[in-house]
């Protein structure tokens, strides 16, 4: 995880992991107007559950990576990001796991995900921090706050995909 490549590697997934969820969102919308899933009912979608699970699967290396990159800046506080960040994507990927295998449903579980954005909120806040110590990436202070909003989420996730997939943070930025 220490090369430029590796990065790249995991700046694509971050990329792979939005094209996901543009994908889910898509089909949730579909499945919704067509009637197959029914907001406040035990009604899912396997299709859209799986997209789930391929946008959340696909950010776990992220954590890992902005360990990596902030480390030396932190390394405390980066550790600890990285737990937050590791345990907290590894939580919702096998929560949408769970979904796709009819284990749980959506309307059962809202509360685990209160959990889950509390520890991506956090997760995003310290990164927003270290990425403010580190000065790496440029704007990364302010890219990592627009994952922390949710709201911006997807921007968050394209922004940061570009900037991992293009090299901009070399081995010697790191």
């Keep these: 995880m220490k090369t430029s490549a590796s990065l790249r590697w995991v700046g694509w997934l971050v990329i792979a992991s939005g094209i996901s969820m543009i994908a889910s969102v898509v ?3 579909m499945a919704v107007s067509n009637g197959s899933i029914t907001p406040g009912t035990h009604s899912h979608s396997v299709l859209v559950e799986t997209f789930d699970v391929l946008t959340t699967g696909f950010l776990i290396p992220l954590p890992f990576a902005f360990h990596m990159i902030y480390r030396t ?3 405390h506080l980066s550790l600890v990001s990285m737990l937050i960040g590791v345990i907290t994507l590894i939580s919702v990927t096998i929560l949408h796991i769970l979904f796709v295998f009819e284990v749980l449903w959506f309307i059962d579980s809202l509360m685990y995900y209160a959990y ?4 991506l909120i956090l997760w995003l806040m310290i990164t ?3 990425a403010y110590k580190g000065r790496k990436p440029a704007y990364g202070t ?7 909003s949710l709201v911006a989420f997807p921007v968050w996730v394209f922004w940061l995909g570009y900037i991992l997939a293009a090299g901009k943070l070399t081995d010697q930025s790191v």
């Design 73 to 75: 800046y932190a390394p």
């Design 142 to 148: 302010l890219l990592n706050l627009l994952g922390a």
């Design 27 to 29: 089909f949730n919308i």
């Design 128 to 130: 927003a921090y270290l």
């Design 116 to 119: 889950i954005c509390i520890g």
